[in-house]
Nanobody, 122 residues
């Protein structure tokens, strides 16, 4: 069982930056692949970025390429999403997710956080 708690969301102007954090409970955090998803109002939840258990491999959506960076600190049981050059279309609730593999966490992750709101003003 893994419990995930996101933080770091807020209101930022277009072009600005935010860093989201996701703290995970449990002693097996380092064995899980982690991911970030987002859901904008009236839209389906979409994949943003994912990282494997060691941090050696990442995956990302084209919409955030070159602007967002996922990382993890297994000693702190935390995964991060650094978001730069934010745009109004990045406004969404951002969710942290976890599963046993990179392929699973990108598609049908088993564990989810409660989400954190990111609002980008234009």
């Amino acid at each position: 069982q893994v419990q995930l708690v996101e933080s770091g969301g807020g209101l930022v102007q277009a072009g600005g930056s935010l860093r989201l954090s996701c703290a995970a409970s449990g002693r097996t955090f380092s064995s899980y692949a982690m991911g970030w998803f987002r859901q904008a109002p009236g839209k389906e939840r979409e994949f943003v970025q994912a990282i494997n258990w060691s941090g050696s491999t990442t995956s990302y959506a084209d919409s955030v390429k070159g602007r967002f960076t996922i990382s993890r600190d297994n000693a702190k049981n935390t995964v991060y999403l650094q978001m730069n050059s934010l745009k109004a279309e990045d406004t969404a609730v951002y969710y942290c997710a976890a599963d046993q593999s990179l392929s699973l966490v990108r598609t049908t992750p088993r564990y989810w956080g409660q989400g954190t709101q990111v609002t980008v003003s234009s």
